[in-house]
C-alpha cells in the first residue's frame, strides 16, 4: 500500500500535444528580391510563454521573428509560434515554473528551427538555422534579475 501511495505522489511529466500555432511567411519586395545577389543579415528575435489550460496542464509556446534584410530592403520575413500541451503533477511551484520555462522550451525549439528552416526554403531562400538557445541560463538571468528588481523596490 506504501508504494501505491509514493507512486502518487512522485512528480510527473507527459507531453500531450507538440503543434505549430502560428505561421506567417512575408516576401515584401517580391519577385525583385529575388535577384538580390548579395547574402541578408538576419535578425533573429525568440522569447517563451506559459499559461495554464487546466489544472495541471500547461501550454507553453516558443515563438521566433526572423527577419531577413539587404540593406533597408526586407527579403523576407518568418514569424512562427511553436506550441505544446504538457501535463504536470506533484511539482513544487518552484519545480513547476523551472520545467515551464527550460525543459518544455528546450523540447519544442528542435520543432521551430525545423518550421523556420522549411518554410525558409519554401518560401525560395536558403535554410535559416537557428542557433541552439540556453534555456536554462535565460531563466537563470530572468530570475537573478526579478531578485534584483525586488531588492531594489524594498530599499
Do not use: W
Amino acid at each position: 500500500m506504501s508504494d501505491e501511495n509514493t507512486k502518487n505522489t512522485q512528480p510527473e511529466f507527459r507531453m500531450e500535444k507538440i503543434y505549430v500555432k502560428d505561421l506567417s511567411l512575408e516576401i515584401p519586395n517580391a519577385p525583385k528580391v529575388f535577384l538580390e545577389r548579395e547574402n541578408p543579415k538576419i535578425d533573429v528575435h525568440l522569447h517563451t510563454q506559459s499559461e495554464t489550460v487546466e489544472e495541471d496542464v500547461h501550454e507553453v509556446v516558443v515563438m521566433t521573428t526572423v527577419t531577413a534584410k539587404v540593406g533597408e530592403k526586407v527579403m523576407f520575413l518568418i514569424e512562427a509560434k511553436q506550441a505544446g500541451i504538457f501535463r504536470m503533477t506533484n511539482m513544487t511551484a518552484e519545480h513547476l515554473e523551472q520545467v515551464l520555462a527550460v525543459m518544455c522550451p528546450n523540447i519544442l525549439f528542435p520543432y521551430l528551427r525545423e518550421v523556420v528552416s522549411d518554410v525558409a526554403i519554401r518560401g525560395g531562400f536558403a535554410p535559416v538555422l537557428l542557433n541552439p538557445i540556453n534555456f536554462e541560463m535565460i531563466y537563470q538571468q530572468q530570475k537573478q534579475q526579478m531578485s534584483a528588481a525586488t531588492s531594489e523596490t524594498a530599499h
